[in-house]
């Protein structure tokens, strides 16, 4: 690429601003894991790791709740006429909560920051995969999952935690908190299953875990259906100030592959029905079911 010309730019300042306060969460994190407090370990992550999401925060999706009195009526009508409503809650005593999108927003986060540290974590990643995996490992490399600060890799060698242990400016050997390094998140113990979907959604065994080897795809597929990748998971629940125990089962592992399948045959089945209402044919209702149908079966 030749440019040809530059029809205008930014400048700016910048200064490690957040430097002390970044360092000063990493010390404090050590001291809670050298004495064994977990909370601590998890609070000092976070507040790290928020800076990130409040300096991308949409504030576009910030509402205005108004709460009025049942006999405030003429307001309500009013307020839900407005091309701001949302919706409503009603609470009990005759309060009700109008969700109201706000007329005005104030661009008041630096989204800067936010992109520049997802630019710099996506810069450092990818030097690691390109400027030491694949000239060290070739095409004995095979990069399997990507998230924004860690990759799964199958790695064809002799020994990895011998070639690792050669490399102490890329790689983290004693599990500690150090900035810029990449660690083993399984702690010595090699992966022996690993299922990636999407991002976020992925399942990783260690070596040694007891799975069947000689199952057939139909009893593979049907394990991730109805029992090997599901998880249950209760708890308290509050709506209007009355409290629920729910139980759930949730779906651990599931891409969205038959959805889009579904959502094409119901698509196709709506143009051929809109074609022959259109021809005045009498198979409109067949399709209609059918439909009704793929839907109920989803």
């Not at 990507?146 to 790695?155: A, H, K, N």
């Not at 991730?224 to 599901?230: D, I, N, T, V």
Request: hydrophobic fraction near 35%.
């Amino acid at each position: 690429m030749k440019v040809t010309k530059i029809h205008g730019g930014l400048k700016f300042r910048q200064s490690l601003w957040m430097k002390d306060y970044i360092e000063e969460n990493i010390c404090k994190r050590k001291i809670a894991k050298a004495n064994g407090d977990e909370f601590g370990v998890m609070y000092y992550k976070l507040k790290n790791n928020a800076v990130f999401g409040k300096q991308m925060e949409n504030v576009h999706k910030h509402m205005r709740v108004e709460l009025l009195r049942t006999e405030e009526d003429k307001k309500i009508r009013r307020l839900a006429s407005s091309p701001l409503y949302v919706g409503f809650k009603a609470f009990e005593g005759g309060i009700t909560a109008i969700h109201m999108l706000k007329s005005t927003v104030t661009l008041n986060k630096p989204i800067y920051v936010g992109q520049a540290i997802l630019d710099i974590s996506k810069a450092m990643m990818f030097n690691f995969w390109y400027g030491y995996i694949k000239p060290r490992y070739g095409d004995k490399a095979c990069l399997l999952y990507t998230d924004t600060d860690s990759l799964i890799m199958w790695i064809e060698t002799e020994d990895i935690y011998k070639d690792r242990a050669e490399r102490p400016d890329i790689f983290n050997l004693n599990y500690s908190g150090d900035l810029f390094l990449m660690k083993d998140e399984t702690k010595g113990n090699p992966i022996g299953e690993s299922v990636c979907l999407k991002p976020k959604m992925y399942s990783v065994l260690p070596a040694g875990h007891d799975s069947k080897t000689s199952e057939t795809e139909a009893d593979y597929e049907k394990e991730l259906e109805e029992e090997e990748f599901r998880k249950s998971r209760g708890g308290i629940y509050s709506t209007s100030r009355t409290e629920y125990r729910i139980s759930l089962t949730e779906d651990a592992l599931k891409d969205d592959t038959e959805l889009r399948k579904n959502v094409k045959r119901i698509l196709e089945v709506i143009v051929g029905l809109l074609k022959d209402r259109a021809l005045g044919s009498e198979e409109p209702a067949t399709k209609k079911h059918h439909v009704e149908e793929i839907i109920k079966k989803k």
